[in-house]
């Protein structure tokens, strides 16, 4: 019995529908975010139950004609859990398909972009395409990273639309180390990174950047996370270290405290065990806990 994953294991599976995938909460209602981060986490840990089956197939319902997976039918604009998505069918034959339909869309699709002003407030190049949030808004970081990842993970880290969106991270870095939504100068100023932004900035740029050019984010994140213990913020760090061989030796330790913490705080969403559990289980960022192929 593991302490931590036996744990984690058990509470997605009490969120787990009779009708397919996952609720965001024990009480909560169906949420295709949700599902698709349980299945990846479920996946990690080896369970073998037919729910992440029927949840995968639970998400081909919620795809949309050109391929998208939105937040919910009301709010088709809301794509962003699309490469989510990509993430939990990758190794089944059952769902190539549609994964397939739902990278097309990702390949086809940036953020708002327009030239740079000289000019302008903020200091980053507007001009480089990412992903965004919501369609028809600017590229930001985190869906920007977790795109390059779905990518990644389908073996298209080299498509052009990956490139560019590597670029777009690089240019987002701050000059000091780090990434944080989006932004780096405002004003002439300098703004702060976060420690969820940089570990997942960093987990989707491993293996295709120079350390060189990612040497000042990973000092920043090894010395920002000792002190963090919010499931966001130590699940993306502990990935994003590892990616690049810089996991920390506590880091199995600091998951199991911020565990404990829902004693204090409530019990975490679906989506933020999922990612604990995978801080725990990959070594080595999120593509190592995708080694699953092909069942």
Known sequence: MDPFVDPCVEEL?????????????????????????????????????PMIHLARS???????????????????????PTSVVILAWQGSLA????????LRFLMDTSGAHWPKDPKAAMAHDTSIKGWSWIENTHSWVDPTALSIQALKVTGHEK???SAEAVSMLLDRQLPRG??????????????RPMPDSTGI???????????????????????RIRNVRSPLSLGWGILGLGAWGERPAEASKWLMECWRLQKRYGSYDTSLIGLILLAHLAPSGLMSAMGRKDI
């Open 13 to 49: 599976k009490k969120r787990s529908l009779k009708d397919g995938g996952f609720a965001s909460s024990v009480k909560g209602g169906y949420r295709p975010d949700s599902t698709g981060w349980a299945v990846i986490a479920l996946d990690a840990a080896g369970v073998d139950d």
């Open 58 to 80: 639970r998400l081909v319902s919620d795809q949309q004609k050109d391929g998208r997976i939105s937040v919910s039918p009301a709010h088709p604009e809301a794509f962003w």
């Open 95 to 102: 769902h190539k398909e549609p994964q397939s339909l739902a």
């Open 159 to 161: 498509h052009q639309r």
């Open 178 to 191: 780090g990434w944080n939504c989006g932004n780096t100068m405002v004003f002439g100023k300098e703004l």
């Open 201 to 223: 900035a960093l987990d989707a740029l491993s293996g295709i950047v120079p350390l060189k050019r990612i040497q000042d984010s990973i000092g920043y994140l090894k010395k």
